[in-house]
């Protein structure tokens, strides 16, 4: 007889004998005056790939027919995911999902309410990144800053990509390669004055670091600055 798909661990209806349904979830709270839609579903999501439940929110696990042997380790998983997503909900979003049937439907109502059109998205997201300044901040906060917004022009503008399989040309390699250089001049462009210098260092560079290499520079010019003025 095979095994029962709830004492498989690595089945997507195993069912966790330790599960708490107050459960401490790693991420923060979802809330429309927070503006954090895009980060808590990357944290979210995280967070069920950890229990092989992420079928239940992005539609690849049904419903199945009440008839049917999973039928109840169907309904037990939904209302577990959908508890843990409550859980995360600020209370007036609580209200808003709390009676979507299914987890997928809760998740989908969230994302219709916080994804507006693509096109106006990508020109706000672009907007807010030409205009990001550090603005007196530490270098940390500022690529803190930066790279929330960038994450979540991703979601929106991903990196494009060849799906014929054909090419030879090496085009999604150039994409990325393009991509991470607008990353990079997009940050540097919003640094102090006082960091003007390592930015031309890191202008001068060849072949040019990557954004996180910049940053590690940056920052550490930025802590030599602060121990000379002690």
């Known amino acids: 007889?095979?095994?029962?798909?709830?004492?498989?661990?690595?089945?997507?209806?195993?069912?966790d004998p330790d599960y708490q349904s107050n459960e401490n979830l790693p991420m923060a709270i979802l809330s429309k005056s927070e503006d954090n839609y895009f980060i808590w579903k990357n944290d979210f999501l995280l967070f069920l790939q950890s229990k092989s439940k992420t079928g239940f929110i992005d539609g690849t696990i049904a419903k199945p027919d009440p008839s049917s042997p999973i039928y109840h380790p169907w309904k037990t998983c939904n209302a577990r995911v959908k508890s843990w997503m409550m859980s995360s909900l600020s209370e007036e979003l609580r209200n808003y999902v709390r009676f979507a049937e299914t987890a997928h439907k809760a998740w989908e109502d969230l994302r219709v309410l916080f994804v507006p059109s693509v096109d106006f998205k990508i020109y706000e997201l672009r907007q807010r990144l030409a205009m990001l300044r550090q603005d007196g901040d530490s270098v940390g906060r500022y690529f803190a800053k930066f790279m929330r917004a960038w994450v979540e022009l991703l979601e929106?503008?991903?990196?494009?990509?060849?799906?014929?399989?054909?090419?030879?040309?090496?085009?999604?390699?150039?994409?990325?390669?393009?991509?991470?250089?607008?990353?990079?001049?997009?940050?540097?462009?919003?640094?102090?004055?006082?960091?003007?210098?390592?930015?031309?260092?890191?202008?001068?560079?060849?072949?040019?670091?990557?954004?996180?290499?910049?940053?590690?520079?940056?920052?550490?010019?930025e802590s030599m600055m602060k121990s000379t003025l002690r």
């Open 156 to 221: 929106y503008d991903p990196v494009p990509e060849c799906l014929c399989g054909c090419c030879n040309c090496e085009i999604a390699k150039r994409a990325k390669e393009a991509r991470e250089n607008e990353q990079r001049y997009a940050f540097l462009m919003g640094l102090d004055k006082g960091l003007s210098y390592v930015r031309t260092q890191i202008m001068l560079m060849n072949p040019p670091p990557s954004l996180h290499q910049a940053f590690v520079l940056l920052d550490k010019a």
């Open 1 to 15: 007889m095979a095994e029962s798909p709830t004492l498989d661990p690595e089945s997507p209806y195993y069912l």
